[in-house]
């Protein structure tokens, strides 16, 4: 298919596109959002919702300007609608303006409007018990194929207006390329399926823009009869172009919801007798993917509408042999996964037990579990749980914050302390909640602050004692100008400087006892020094009178 | 997309493949349009590489004619003879750089005295001489010089020869063993493969979008070599959208070789490999007395294309590959009965161009299931590898039988190991035998020859998912219980193993 | 006649695609359904980032394993058999 193109290298990893995708047909792969082209139904939700305008639908008009210029006839079916967005022109007015771009003519889809309508009235003639479904929404078609299979019976099995137009097209002029010309894209894939006897189907977008490129203008023009079957683009438009039967229960529903929960009710029997409309774009056709850029309330478009459509004339066309049409099951179906697959999801995104499942929708998915079971399918990412990435990114900083042993504080421009860790609460005995606001200088002289973040300088380091903490710190102060903060880090080298203390008082008195020793030493040395001059001055004395007496008795001899 | 081929000459030959795949596309076969593409190929104005452009657009029709399928003679390779320059081929010739020297070696070293020096120049006698290049290798001025032709340098088998008349190159279709090697090497074009490209064409277009009869495409996996900005899984899906049914590597066909050769080496003591039609032709037309020991199996494409045929009874199967010998395997042998059509990477690059298909830019798609032993088998030594690993898994030890194999890269080396095993003096038990230098990555069709590919294909290989032969060989065999993949009678068992593992 | 397909690409086989493929033939033996239901192996359906990839008919199935074979036996199979 590819219709639904998508540039990846603007995708910004948001996930609104999820959120609004009625049958969540996109998927997440490295960051990069991607439509499962087997589950998308075209409602062009997603092109809407992009703010990075990643995603939007083929531009077939290239491949309709070489239909012309390859020679065939090419006629346009022009849907309804037209009335809306091309600011009530008329038809005439459009067709003059389509046959100068060179298409052989243009008619208005409203004619096979016309006759599918008569074929519901016939359906529903001889009244009904299960309810019938109108089938001229391709994207309802294919929601129901691709999703809702079992309500295909539900269907009424007749081919959608675009469809029957063109076989009545090919009954006039066989052989002619039939391009229609709407508010829609899904109808570009109605245009490539088997059966289709058209070949492209371009929007008012396309062909606005191929008008300015031609430098066309739309000239006003005289104005044609109002014809009933141009309401099928408002909701409840198709109803007000059957004849109602008695008996029969007429349901107009539009937009996503409304339409998945009445297929839904269907099925379980509540919508019993009912002729149900439904159209799958909030406000039926004209609030289709183009409307949105219309600058008109729905409102208003609505009366753009029934301007040409009001009235109880309709148009006189004899049907197309053949209106039926089958819709074949195209759902593919996803196992469900077992409940051991998607608690290891949950693991992984965090999710201990039910009351971390926040179903805050943020990943586009309505709860976690729905997101879950995505992951399983390999449409989505652990990591687009925001709540989860956020509680692992503070988590990580926190616990760093909280464990290191350093007291650091955040001060803001006005030297009021923004933010504290334990640490910090523990060195100065506080309370985050006492400090947090206030200004620094209850805890640290401010000065420091000051000098810094006029130095101009980005750090600066010096040692501080705090007297009333009896603390010693190793203050490193770093100023961030584009955040506005200083951030101190205060290491607590107390310790340190009480043991180096304690080492030089210990070292003053080992010296000191060095000295004694030496003092001692020399005072026993002179004390040794006098005993052995008092013996040795005696021992003189003694053996001079030693010596007087053996010298005396020589002489008397 | 800048195309990169090696030549201009392939460009050539690319430019008019596609023409002719347009047309077919378009189902404009007629004569009048095929009359269109030579002007439109060689414009008005000057010629870009003949004499005039009326010369070149007689070639073109040539090509054309190639294209379309050629002459139906039992060969697919065919020469051009308007094409064909008559390059000259006079041998051993003196050109003007002799100085006439005093030395005159060249005179000196010739073993036949072939050479005289006339009015100081040196003359060669060409009766005389037996052109044995003596006196090439000893001038000092380089002045002797050899011409020859390149195809017939290129051609190892020697199955080119000059017609005396006209000059023309001349294959001789008993020697000729279809390798392409003088398709790649004539830098006239002047030697090309016949095409079936039309004919798979209408193949895939008649299948009506595969639901009357499924189209497999069987790629070779030098596949994995052959574009620089894209990987093989892109070329997978390219290949895909041409509209096969499914596309399947003749890897997972070079497995099951693998695994059943391993069985015959061991029974038969001496192989050699039967992958390459080239050296298969040459055992046939050159060494006949060696063809009972040609492996018994079917090629890697042959096996597959089999395969297929048990799996999906009503298939037509196409070999897409380097080769241009396979092309005769396909026409002319057994394989026949199992593929339909070989087609080469430039005629697939031409389908391509014709249907906008850029594989640099298509989304990656699957290729399953053949392992890295498979895949390998696209570079030289690649079988041998496969065999040794093939026997460990079967479980076969040293003592039973030990693989001793010599890998010939090229016909040259080929042609020595064949010459030792005729004279009983070959220490190998298996030849592998690839008559493409480097293997089926240096194929004469292939779009790019540069020293990376060995490198992309071993890389190529390592990506598979399936670790074993055994692992590849048995999704076979869940595809088809009644296989004998094995070759050893081991059938639908597997019913009663899960029964009893739960 | 409706046709069980089971993809046998690398990828699927890496999962199990051949237990499912065995238990979902001892199924239909189990319910004697030889002649309604055919179990068949084929080629690579292009769904490989899925889990085990099977068709039931037309219908793709995705994310099977070894464990929820009966449960599409039960879910898928049966009520198009009767």
Redesign the interface.
Same mark, same amino acid.
């Given at each position: 298919m590819g219709i639904l193109q998508f540039e990846s290298v603007n995708c910004k990893d948001c996930c609104k596109c999820i959120g609004v995708c009625p049958v969540k047909a996109i998927e997440v792969k490295n960051h990069r959002a991607m439509i499962v082209e087997?589950d998308c139904i075209l409602c062009g939700n997603c092109t809407i919702a992009c703010p990075q305008h990643t995603k939007h639908g083929t531009d077939e008009s290239a491949s309709v300007k070489e239909l012309i210029r390859s020679g065939r006839k090419v006629i346009a079916s022009v849907a309804p609608s037209y009335a809306a967005y091309f600011d009530g022109c008329g038809f005439e007015a459009l067709r003059t303006a389509l046959k100068a771009l060179g298409f052989y003519d243009a008619r208005e889809t409203a004619e096979g409007a016309y006759i599918v309508k008569s074929e519901y009235e016939k359906l529903i003639a001889n009244g009904i018990k299960k309810p019938v479904i109108s089938s001229c929404c391709t994207t309802l078609n294919l929601y129901i194929q691709k999703h809702y299979p079992d309500a295909i019976g539900l269907l009424a099995p007749v081919l959608t207006p675009m469809q029957a137009h063109a076989r009545v097209i090919h009954r006039d002029e066989p052989g002619a390329a039939v391009v229609f010309i709407g508010p829609c894209i899904s109808k570009k894939a109605e245009c490539e399926q088997e059966e289709s006897e058209l070949e492209y189907a371009i929007t008012f977008d396309e062909l606005d823009d191929w008008l300015g490129e031609a430098k066309i203008t739309i000239m006003p023009a005289a104005e044609s009869e109002q014809r009933l079957s141009r309401f099928f683009p408002v909701s409840g438009g198709i109803l007000k172009t059957m004849t109602q039967q008695s008996g029969v229960n007429y349901v107009a529903v539009d937009g996503p919801e409304g339409c998945m929960a009445a297929v839904k009710d269907a099925m379980a029997g509540k919508l019993d007798g009912c002729f149900i409309e439904m159209s799958f774009c909030q406000g039926s056709c004209i609030g289709g993917p183009v409307f949105r850029n219309v600058n008109r309330s729905a409102a208003a478009s609505y009366v753009k509408v029934a301007h040409d459509a009001a009235g109880e004339a309709d148009f006189d066309i004899a049907p197309a042999p053949d209106m039926e049409a089958h819709f074949k099951?195209s759902?593919? !179906? !996803?196992?469900?996964?077992?409940e051991k697959q998607i608690a290891a999801v949950f693991k992984k995104m965090g999710k201990e037990g039910p009351e971390d499942e926040l179903n805050c929708g943020m990943c586009g998915y309505a709860s976690c579990r729905d997101k879950a079971i995505a992951v399983?399918?390999?449409r989505a990412e652990i990591t687009m749980c925001m709540p989860y990435m956020k509680k692992r990114a503070e988590s990580f900083s926190d616990k760093i914050l909280s464990i290191t042993p350093d007291a650091i504080l955040a001060v803001d421009m006005d030297l009021r302390v923004q933010q504290i860790n334990n640490a910090a609460c523990e060195m100065f005995g506080v309370q985050p909640s006492d400090i947090v606001g206030q200004s620094v200088s209850a805890l640290v002289d401010e000065f420091d602050f000051v000098d810094l973040i006029s130095s101009g300088e980005a750090a600066k380091e010096k040692f501080t004692y705090l007297a009333e903490y009896n603390l010693y710190l190793k203050q490193s102060l770093y100023y961030d100008a584009s955040s506005g903060i200083v951030i101190c880090i205060m290491k607590n080298i107390t310790r340190e400087k009480q043991r180096q203390n304690m080492v030089m008082r210990h070292k003053t008195q080992v010296a000191g006892m060095a000295d004694d020793i030496v003092d001692k030493q020399l005072r026993i040395v002179h004390e040794i020094a006098s005993l052995l001059g008092e013996s040795a001055a005696e021992t003189k004395v003694a053996i001079s009178k030693l010596k007087e007496a053996v010298m005396m008795e020589n002489e008397e001899q | 997309m800048a195309l990169l081929f090696d030549t201009h000459v392939q460009k050539m030959k690319y430019n008019v493949l596609r023409e002719v795949a347009k047309l077919a596309y378009r189902d404009e076969l007629t004569p009048q349009r095929i009359m269109e593409i030579a002007p439109r190929i060689i414009p008005e104005g000057k010629p870009m590489f003949r004499c005039c452009i009326y010369k070149e657009r007689a070639i073109i029709n040539e090509r054309v004619s190639m294209a379309l399928g050629g002459e139906e003679d039992g060969t697919v390779v065919g020469v051009l003879p308007i094409a064909c320059d008559e390059c000259p081929v006079d041998g051993i010739q003196v050109s003007n750089a002799c100085r006439g020297c005093l030395a005159h070696r060249c005179k000196d070293n010739c073993p036949k005295d072939a050479i005289s020096i006339i009015d100081h120049k040196a003359v060669i006698d060409k009766e005389k001489c037996i052109e044995c290049g003596k006196c090439m290798a000893v001038c000092p001025y380089s002045a002797i010089v050899k011409h020859t032709r390149p195809c017939v340098n290129a051609c190892k088998p020697q199955a080119i020869h000059i017609d005396q008349n006209t000059e023309k190159a001349v294959i001789d279709k008993e020697k000729c063993i279809s390798c392409g090697a003088c398709v790649y090497q004539c830098p006239f074009g002047a030697i090309t493969d016949k095409s079936d490209i039309t004919k798979v064409i209408s193949l895939i277009r008649d299948s009506n979008l595969n639901r009357d009869y499924h189209v497999y495409a069987v790629v070779a996996p030098s596949m994995a070599s052959q574009y620089p900005n894209a990987v093989p899984e892109q070329v997978v899906a390219g290949i895909k959208a041409l509209g096969f049914h499914?596309v +399947?590597e003749a890897a997972w066909g070079a497995d099951m070789v693998a695994w059943l050769e391993a069985q015959e080496l061991v029974e038969k003591g001496f192989l050699t490999s039967s992958c390459c039609p080239a050296f298969v032709n040459y055992i046939n037309r050159h060494f006949p007395s060696l063809k009972e020991h040609v492996s018994h199996n079917l090629s890697p494409m042959a096996q597959m294309a089999k395969w297929l045929h048990e799996t999906d009874e009503n298939c037509h199967v196409v070999f897409i590959g380097p080769c241009i010998a396979k092309k005769a395997e396909t026409k002319y042998t057994d394989a026949g009965k199992y593929v339909d059509y070989t087609i080469t990477f430039e005629e697939m690059q031409a389908m391509f161009s014709a249907r906008g298909i850029d594989v640099t830019t298509m989304h990656k798609?699957?290729l399953?299931?053949a392992s890295f032993y498979g895949r390998i088998f696209a570079r030289c030594g690649g079988l041998a590898e496969a065999v040794t690993e093939a026997l460990k898994e079967q479980g076969v030890s040293e003592e039973q039988f030990k693989l001793n194999a010599v890998s010939c890269n090229g016909i040259a080396e080929c042609k020595t190991a064949l010459f030792k095993k005729q004279k009983g003096i070959l220490k190998e038990n298996f030849i592998e035998g690839m008559a493409c230098v480097n293997g089926c990555i240096g194929g004469p069709a292939c779009l790019s020859h540069s020293s990376k590919n060995f490198a992309q294909v071993d890389a190529y290989g390592k990506s598979?998912?399936?670790n074993t032969i055994a692992?590849a060989i048995? +999704?076979m065999q869940?595809?088809n219980p009644a296989l004998d993949v094995k070759g050893d009678g081991e059938v639908e068992k597997?019913?009663e193993e899960?029964?009893h593992t739960k | 006649m409706i046709t069980v397909s089971v993809c046998?690409?690398?990828?699927c086989?890496?999962r199990g695609s051949?237990?499912i493929?065995?238990?979902f033939? &001892?199924l239909v033996r189990q319910h004697g359904a030889e002649d309604r239901v055919n179990v068949a192996?084929v080629?690579?359906l292009?769904e490989?980032?899925?889990?085990v990839s099977v068709k039931i008919d037309d &219908?793709?199935?995705?994310?099977?394993?070894e464990?929820?074979v009966d449960?599409?036996w039960e879910q898928?199979v049966l009520p198009r058999i009767g």
């Open positions: 087997r099951n759902r593919t !179906y !996803y196992m469900q996964p077992t399983i399918m390999g | 499914a +399947v798609a699957e399953d299931n598979s998912m399936e692992d048995r +999704v869940i595809l597997e019913i899960i029964e | 046998i690409g690398s990828a086989h890496k051949y237990a493929l065995n238990r033939k &001892q192996p080629f690579c292009g490989c980032a899925n889990g &219908q793709l199935v995705l994310g099977m394993c464990d929820n449960a599409t898928l």
